[in-house]
C-alpha cells in the first residue's frame, strides 16, 4: 500500500524559506519518479517540481533557480527546498507518486504573506 505524508508547510515571509520532506511507504523512491505539486485557491494542479529515479530533477518555470528537490534513499524520503518565496507560491502542496495511478498524499499548507 502507498503512502506519501508531507510535512514542513507553514507562514512564511516573502523572501522566506522553507523546506517541505514527503516521507514515502510502500514504494522505494529511488526507482521511481517522485513529484510536487501545488493547489492554489481557485486554480488547478499545477507541476512544481520532479526528480527521477536517474536523480535528474525538472521544475516548472515559476520556481527554476529557488526551490530545488532531492531525495534522502535511506530515509525514503523526497525533499521541497523553497527559497526565496512569494506571495504567489501559496498553496497546498502534494508529493506524488505515478505508477498504475496518481497517489498523493495529504498535503501541506504554505503560506507567504507578511
Known amino acids: 500500500q502507498v503512502q506519501l505524508a508531507e510535512s514542513g508547510g507553514g507562514l512564511v515571509q516573502p523572501g522566506g524559506s522553507l523546506r517541505l520532506s514527503c516521507a514515502a511507504s510502500g514504494i522505494t523512491i529511488s526507482s521511481n519518479t517522485m513529484g510536487w505539486y501545488r493547489q492554489a485557491p481557485g486554480k488547478q494542479r499545477e507541476l512544481v517540481a520532479r526528480?527521477?529515479?536517474?536523480?535528474?530533477?525538472n521544475y516548472a518555470d515559476s520556481v527554476k533557480g529557488r526551490f530545488t528537490i532531492s531525495r534522502d534513499n535511506a530515509k525514503n524520503t523526497v525533499y521541497l527546498q523553497m527559497n526565496s518565496l512569494k506571495p504567489e507560491d501559496t498553496a497546498v502542496y502534494y508529493c506524488?507518486?505515478?505508477?498504475?495511478?496518481?497517489?498523493w498524499g495529504q498535503g501541506t499548507q504554505v503560506t507567504v504573506s507578511s
Open positions: 506524488n507518486y505515478r505508477f498504475d495511478r496518481d497517489y
Open positions: 526528480i527521477a529515479s536517474t536523480g535528474y530533477p
